[in-house]
């Protein structure tokens, strides 16, 4: 894959109108409409050719498995995917995997939850849960790693908390790129972070988050994990950019993790914007390999 200036990736995300999603509510809801049309999770054709690509169906929803021909660890990754709780798995999503799955000969599993506005939290943490507790009846703890980026990052907090309510052992790694940790956006760091964002705003974040919480509290740990328990997790690695206005919450959650003697492996990267690490550029390939040996172990 062709490695782009990151000037010219913002360039292509605001002439898409990516960054325009979250500018107001109407167009979040513009944007959610025009995505559903057509929209498919399934994996671009170059990585169908080059991976094994296992559909499975559990609770009646679709879970992929991505592995690498020829190479297998015995290292298994639940990855959950972002898109603010409202879009879908994207190409950017399946090409960094491949290149997870690639670099380290894991296996994949990637969980369609349900989407808002037509699912919401209550729909999508018992299926993440039976999806992570079939994976745990079968891979011992220490070949096990969750991830999640953005809203996914947020999720796979959110269900590592939940663990040991399901008598469920945790992973040996939780691997969280630019998580969505608090749905409020009542941070005060925020507005100071606002204008450097090409990607995200406030109004559309907190349009999605709405929908999401479906009229549950926002502040409930499965929503907005940072008000959850940090001790007794797996070890903990967290990658933000500095053009993001999730960073007021990433560091809250480090400082979090520091007074109260929890290890958080954070990464802090000047510059770059959300999920850079799944972008084409040349700066997303230091971090993808620093990912990719996390999940070897």
Known sequence: ???????????????????????????????????????????????????????????????YTLSPKGRHSDVRLMHLHGGAYVSGLTAH????????????????TIPIYPLAPEGNWREAFPFVTEVYRRLAAETAPENLVLSGDS?????????????????????RDIVLISPWLEVTARNPGIPAVQPFDPWLAVPGALEAARLWAAGDDPNDPRISPINGALQGLGRISLFIGTRDILLPDCRDLRDRAAREGVKLHYVEQPGMIHVWPLLPIRQAKITAAEIAGIVAG
């Open 1 to 63: 894959m062709a490695m782009l200036p990151l000037p010219l990736v913002i360039t292509y995300l605001r002439f898409t109108g990516r960054t325009r999603k979250f500018r107001s509510v109407e167009n979040l809801h513009r944007e959610i409409a025009k995505e559903r049309r057509g929209f498919s999770h399934e994996p671009p054709p170059a990585i169908a050719r080059d991976f094994t690509i296992q559909r499975d169906e559990i609770l009646g929803r679709r879970v």
């Open 93 to 108: 999503h399946w090409k960094f995997l491949a290149g997870i799955a690639a670099a380290t000969g894991c296996r994949i």
């Open 151 to 171: 809203a996914g990052g947020g999720l796979a907090l959110a269900l590592a908390q939940t663990l040991a309510a399901q008598n469920l052992p945790q992973p």
